[in-house]
């Protein structure tokens, strides 16, 4: 097929919106529509490619590999030997845990479904996955897998009829990611099976009966312009909110179908696509994507702070001039055939940086983070972001595995009885609760789920924790309760984060977004955080519920836990590293007061002689500084991240938890100590 710029100039209005939508950059909210727009193109090239091949009768699917090959892997490889490389000297163990993993599925086209299994409540902040964009590169190699092999099948029928059943594909591909969207929106995203209609739209325009469509310039000119339009209406108007890959999605991707099926030569948009400038990032829009995220990521990793959208776009069209050196220098000298890179060369290069990309990530699985390469003072204070996994394991129940009878392996038997009730703050006392009650002949039922108030009755609008089963969980889990008739019940939760939903600003750098998934509501999870009615309704609704609980049970309440504001051991980990000093991670009491005051409120007004109350404030706040709350002990920290307790937290907080329940019982006070 014959060159066309106009399509290289395409790829400068899809590659250039992501970088500045990674760096956060106003106005480009919804820059991440560039990835849609290079699958439609991928779509047209590939399809293009395939089909002339197979209408020539040349159609071989292993030249097919080796072309893709040539396109893909070399400057991948490079891009990837400079992250591991700078991961190795800025990423502390369990971002480097993370960082490994990745590579791993990397190696195999898998990161995709790697990102997706990621996801979750726990999970640390995506802008600081250095390889995060490759699940779009995953998603295409998934895809042409399947798609030679379809197209191979269908060579036989009438061109109408292929692309009709082409069609009917792409069509059931936009059903599934609109009903995916809405129930599972990561795996809409991430699973290929969602995307695939956005590269079939530009197969289909490739594999049009009658060829490129025949129009007058006049209609032509028309076109091209709504299709750039709509690309650009894209970028500016689309969010983080915006449902992706949807029928939303449907207005960047007929866009990009438009301007490659009507703009040329003759079209203004055609010359415009086709000036120097964008053609020329066009060229290597390949290698500048590939470059901008570990750039973006790894600015983000070694600033204590937020960098800031200013220093980040900065940073991420450092891409471009790395884009250009790795296109003249890797990418061209590997895409042609005929040079020095013979297709045994080609494919010993493949060889050698995939076992290379499995063994280096291997290595760092196995070693879960590679800690040997950093100080011991600084693995010691970064130790803590590892238990997190501990933290989810065998009795964190998801949506669909809700229990309706009573969990052999999160029942552990003895009198006293203690069960143990409630979202991630805890699971977070979970281990040395079981672990202090085992040594005493006392039993523990743990169940509990993220982001789930342990109180029935409120709607929460978190889709990725299954919003509507949240409910049906509680009431299970109060039933089974009934059943068991434990001795005592402690009840813990993200208390404040519930009621207001609202981030928190610790005053000294710290800051927990405002992400608006983990407020409830007793109806439409989606009134405003602020709305007074509802946090009104809320609190009322809290204590309700919580007499109700007294009325079947003791029950000791774990007041909320001081949000820290910072990821507290990747924080010290930085300082440490850059010779800074971590006793001083301390925040502001008075700001975590403020924070609580209102459920704080709430659970004081509740008065049962069945009650026994634990303050976590009054444990981490005021000792041994006054007015200060910690966030490290003895080298060590009392966080996982920058809410959830630590096991060295949580040690802090058990011996008054341990107290309480041996006075719900009847024991005496140091009984379970």
Known sequence: MRYRPEIDGLRTLAVMPVILFHAGLPGFGGGFVGVDVFFVISGFLITRILADDIDAGRYSLLEFYERRARRILPALFLVMALSFAAAWFLMLPRPFLDFARSQLAVAVFASNIEFWRQTGYFETLTVTKPLLHTWSLAVEEQFYIAFPLVLWALRGMRPGVRWLILLALAVLSLALAQRLSASDPDAAFYLPFGRAWELLA???????????????????????????????????????????????????????????????????????????????????????????????????????????????????????????????????????????????????????????????????????????????????AARAATERDDQVAACRFTEDDTPTQPVDRCLDPGRPLVALIGDSHA????????????????????????????????????????????????????????????????????????????????????????????????????????????????????????????????????????????????????????????????????????????????????????????????LLCDTPLRGRCRTMQDGGALYVDDNHLSQAGAAVVLPEILRQIALATGRPADSLQ
Request: net charge positive; aromatic share 8%; with cysteine.
């Open 202 to 380: 530009g197969a289909l325009l490739a594999l049009a009966p009658g060829g490129r469509p025949g129009v007058s310039r006049g209609v032509a000119q028309a076109l091209s312009a709504l299709g750039l339009g709509a690309i650009v209406l894209a970028i500016t108007l689309f969010s983080h909110d915006t449902p992706t890959p949807s029928v939303w999605t449907a207005l960047p991707v007929l866009g990009a179908v438009l301007v490659i099926g009507f703009a040329d030569g003759q079209t203004l948009v055609g010359r415009l696509l086709s000036t120097r400038i964008m053609v020329g990032i066009g060229l290597i829009s390949y290698s500048a994507y590939l470059f901008h995220q570990p750039l973006q990521a790894f600015a983000r990793v070694h600033a204590l702070d937020d960098p800031g959208p200013s220093v980040l776009a900065a940073v991420g069209l450092l891409a471009l001039p790395l884009g250009w050196l790795s296109w003249r220098f890797v990418e061209q000298p590997f895409r042609n055939r005929h040079g020095a890179i013979t297709p045994a060369r080609l494919w010993l290069v493949c060889g050698v940086g995939t076992a290379l990309l499995l063994g280096l990530g291997f290595w760092g699985h196995v070693t879960r983070g590679w800690p040997d390469r950093l100080p011991p003072e600084v693995v010691a």
């Open 427 to 618: 699971m977070m006392y979970a281990p040395a609760l079981r672990a202090a009650l085992a040594a005493q002949g006392a039993g523990l039922y743990q169940i509990s789920r993220n982001g789930c108030l342990p109180l029935p009755g409120f709607a929460v609008p978190d889709t990725r924790n299954g919003a509507g089963s949240c409910d049906r969980h509680v009431r299970a889990v109060w039933t089974q309760l009934g059943t068991l008739d434990p001795d005592v019940v402690v009840v813990s939760a993200r208390w404040t984060m519930a009621l207001q939903g609202i981030g928190f600003d610790n005053g000294a750098g710290g800051v927990i977004a405002d992400d608006g998934h983990h407020h409830v509501d007793l109806r439409d999870p989606g009134r405003p955080l602020d709305d007074p009615y509802r946090i009104a309704e809320v609190a009322a609704a809290m204590g309700d519920q919580l007499r109700q609980l007294l009325k079947r049970h003791r029950v000791v309440l774990i007041y909320p836990t001081p949000e820290a504001g910072w990821d507290v051991p990747l924080r010290a980990g930085k300082l440490l590293l850059r010779g800074g000093q971590i006793d001083r991670m301390t925040t502001t009491a008075d700001r975590a007061r403020q924070r609580n005051a209102a459920v704080t409120a709430v659970f004081d007004a509740i008065e049962s002689p069945r009650l026994y109350r634990v303050r976590p404030i009054d």
